[in-house]
């Protein structure tokens, strides 16, 4: 069955300093990755998604992401993080190939806070 | 402002109330979900509906009834609740279910408790 761990519930970094959030999955077949960011009171909204291709893959409010099979990781990067990066992060995979349902599978989520 | 828009953002309700959330997408989507967020867990998927059609129960309990009247409106009518049942209510639209898991636009969702 699929799943998605983010091993970290809460990460604080200071802003400016880099910032690498874990994800890592379970699916047999090639999965279908995401990245998306919830802000307080708002709902989910899509940094990026991995299909196939480049194993890494640039989002949008400057985030990237690796993909690594051997790994069966997918984290999310950031150069350099901004205090309106404070939000909460959550990785999902989705299946592929036919019969696909367009379902996704969302790990627990990852709350980051930012430091001045 | 995705296009999702949900109402309304906060509801309280006393177990024995019927409500209902009305989530309304303006993208011209296909497929339309409800997802439950409760505090530090995983989003739980509830219903997928697919040009109108439910596609998806994942074992949701009856006191949880979704209608789906056109592609663009999706409800989500409420009785006879638990306050277990007290969480964030997230309403998506993707293009269609069914394609390469299309990207999901949310709405900003309705804070429920139920007392």
């Known amino acids: 069955a699929q799943s998605v761990t983010q091993p970290d519930i809460h990460i604080t970094v200071s802003e400016g300093a880099s910032l690498e959030l874990r994800c890592n999955y379970s699916y047999g077949a090639t999965p279908y990755l995401f990245w998306y960011v919830q802000s307080p009171g708002q709902g989910l909204q899509l940094l990026l998604k991995y299909f196939s291709g480049d194993t890494l893959v640039q989002g949008i409010k400057g985030f990237e992401a690796e993909f690594k099979r051997s790994q069966s990781s997918f984290n999310l990067r950031k150069p350099s993080v901004h205090w309106s990066d404070a939000a909460e992060y959550f990785c999902a995979v989705g299946s592929s190939g036919s019969g696909n349902t367009g379902k996704l599978i969302f790990g627990q989520g990852t709350t980051l806070q930012v430091k001045p | 402002e995705t296009g999702v828009t949900q109402t309304p953002r906060h509801l309280v309700m006393g177990m024995t109330n019927k409500k209902s959330l009305k989530c309304e997408q303006h993208?011209?989507?296909?497929?339309m979900y409800w997802y439950k967020q409760s505090a530090k867990k995983p989003l739980e998927l509830m219903f997928v509906?697919?040009?109108?059609?439910?596609?998806e129960n994942n074992s949701v309990p009856s006191r949880f009834s979704p209608e789906c009247p056109n592609s663009s409106h999706l409800f989500l009518h409420l009785h006879t609740l638990q306050p277990e049942d007290s969480a964030l209510y997230l309403c998506a639209s993707s293009r269609g279910q069914g394609l390469t898991n299309e990207k999901l636009f949310f709405g900003s969702g309705t804070q429920l408790s139920v007392l």
């Open positions: 993208l011209g989507h296909n497929a």
């Open positions: 509906y697919n040009f109108k059609e439910q596609t």
